[in-house]
T-cell receptor, first 116, second 114 residues
Framework: AQSVTQLDSHVSVSEGTPVLLRCNYS??????LFWYVQHPNKGLQLLLKYTSAATLVKGINGFEAEFKKSETSFHLTKPSAHMSDAAEYFC??????????????FGKGTKLSVKP | NAGVTQTPKFQVLKTGQSMTLQCAQD?????MSWYRQDPGMGLRLIHY???????DQGEVPNGYNVSRSTTEDFPLRLLSAAPSQTSVYFC?????????????FGPGTRLTVL
């Protein structure tokens, strides 16, 4: 069975400093992994996804994530935070095979605050 | 393309009432799903459909029914609303039930059950 653990429920950074949002996963099969972002009172937008190609995945708005199988991690990073990055971020896993193939399992979310 | 649309945006129900949350997509997507979002819980899968006439249960299906008579529409029915169903509901769709395929989310319906 798949599961996702987002290690921090809340992260606060200053504008212009790096962002690190941590995510660990477990999966019975080779997983696909995603990061979604949700701005206040909005729907969800895909930031980036890993589907077995390059382990370093680049997404929108300067975000990237690295798939590390040995550590079962998929941490999200950005070199320099912007005020508009303040939002909630969800790490998501999906099995490639099996009865739950394609269904998304969400982590509980990390709220990112950006201070001026 | 309008993408994934959901109606209504907000709804208040009394315990025991029934209602249907509407979801439609105009991208000819085969796979559609419903999630609920509760504070500190992330999103949890309620029901999903891999094509017209085919539905299946997700992680939290109790108290909800779905049907898929057309490719475009995937309504979620609450048969007898309970306060525990107070939540934000999101519908999502993708071209196929594929692990490489991006799922697109609607704007959500905020439901309060008194």
């Amino acid at each position: 069975a798949q599961s996702v653990t987002q290690l921090d429920s809340h992260v606060s950074v200053s504008e212009g400093t790096p962002v690190l949002l941590r995510c660990n996963y477990s999966s019975s099969y080779s997983p696909s992994l995603f990061w979604y972002v949700q701005h206040p009172n909005k729907g969800l937008q895909l930031l980036l996804k890993y589907t077995s190609a390059a382990t370093l995945v680049k997404g929108i708005n300067g975000f990237e994530a690295e798939f590390k199988k040995s550590e079962t991690s998929f941490h999200l990073t950005k070199p320099s935070a912007h005020m508009s990055d303040a939002a909630e971020y969800f790490c998501v896993v999906s099995d490639r095979y099996g009865g739950s193939q394609g269904n998304l399992i969400f982590g509980k979310g990390t709220k990112l605050s950006v201070k001026p | 393309n309008a993408g994934v649309t959901q109606t209504p945006k907000f709804q208040v129900l009394k315990t025991g009432q029934s209602m249907t949350l509407q979801c439609a997509q105009d991208m000819n997507h085969e796979y559609m799903s419903w999630y609920r979002q509760d504070p500190g819980m992330g999103l949890r899968l309620i029901h999903y459909s891999v094509g017209a006439g085919i539905t299946d249960q997700g992680e939290v299906p109790n108290g909800y029914n779905v049907s898929r008579s057309t490719t475009e529409d995937f309504p979620l029915r609450l048969l007898s609303a309970a306060p525990s169903q107070t939540s934000v509901y999101f519908c999502a769709s993708s071209y196929v039930r594929g692990i490489t395929d991006t799922q697109y989310f609607g704007p959500g319906t905020r439901l309060t059950v008194l």
